[in-house]
């Protein structure tokens, strides 16, 4: 028997955040090795902690952000899993490409207007507390980094998605694919290398595999 707290697809149940339940899957314990391996390497204990929970709490807001909008086009089932490569929003229902770009959109939209109002109160030297600063220095960098990050039109982020949607809306469903595909592989040498300029001789291991990776899944799944 499964523990009360785990459902049957291995995943923590968190709780409710309104209609949406939120669970976290069991590599979610890379988030920290990620922190860790990434930025964290100068910092004290709890200065990674806090920075594990800027970006918890920032990858969160971005799949309620796809949730919410799923849910207001009529979705059902919409559920919020927390996974070691970020977060993942589910749902089923009939899908229209014009839904589905909504609800793409909607994620990195959400990160970019909370790091626009996170912003706003740290140019105004709030919070004071020394704590609570470095932590929304860090919950305003992470949802500045995932949103414009997110929006790059590379299959399967939230930005292919939307250029996805957007061909199948003006073409046929091979035609898309097909472009899509191509513009996620020109995409992600364009970022590569605008890398490479302006960080000269600095191009993390990290980024290497998860460009391979984004352009291993987007030509199995569009191919």
């Not at 949730?67 to 589910?90: E, F, Q």
């Not at 109002?117 to 507390?129: A, E, Q, R």
């Amino acid at each position: 028997m499964l523990p009360a707290t785990m459902d049957p697809t291995n995943r923590f149940y968190l709780g409710h955040i309104g209609k949406v339940p939120i669970y976290a899957a069991f590599d979610a314990i890379f988030i920290v090795i990620f922190v860790f391996l990434v930025v964290g390497q100068s910092m004290s204990m709890d200065q990674i902690l806090l920075v594990v929970i800027a970006l918890v709490l920032t990858v969160l807001l971005h799949e309620l952000g796809h949730a919410l909008v799923a849910m207001a086009v009529g979705m059902r089932g919409v559920s919020i899993t927390i996974t070691g490569l970020g977060g993942l929003c589910s749902y089923t229902g009939e899908r229209h490409p014009k839904h589905e770009l909504l609800i793409s959109a909607a994620g990195p939209a959400t990160n970019l207007l909370v790091a626009w109002v996170t912003w706003v109160f740290l140019s105004n030297g709030m919070p004071s507390d020394e704590t609570l600063r470095f932590l929304l220095s860090w919950f305003w960098r992470w949802n500045l980094w995932l949103g414009i990050f997110n929006s790059l039109p590379i299959f399967p982020l939230d930005g292919g998605q939307m250029a996805l949607s957007i061909s199948r809306m003006i073409g046929r469903e091979h035609t898309a694919r097909r472009f899509t595909l191509g513009l996620s592989f020109v995409t992600a040498f364009v970022a590569v290398g605008a890398y490479m300029v302006m960080s000269p001789g600095n191009l993390p291991i990290f980024l290497i595999l998860m460009v391979m990776f984004l352009l291993y899944t987007a030509y199995r799944e569009l191919r």
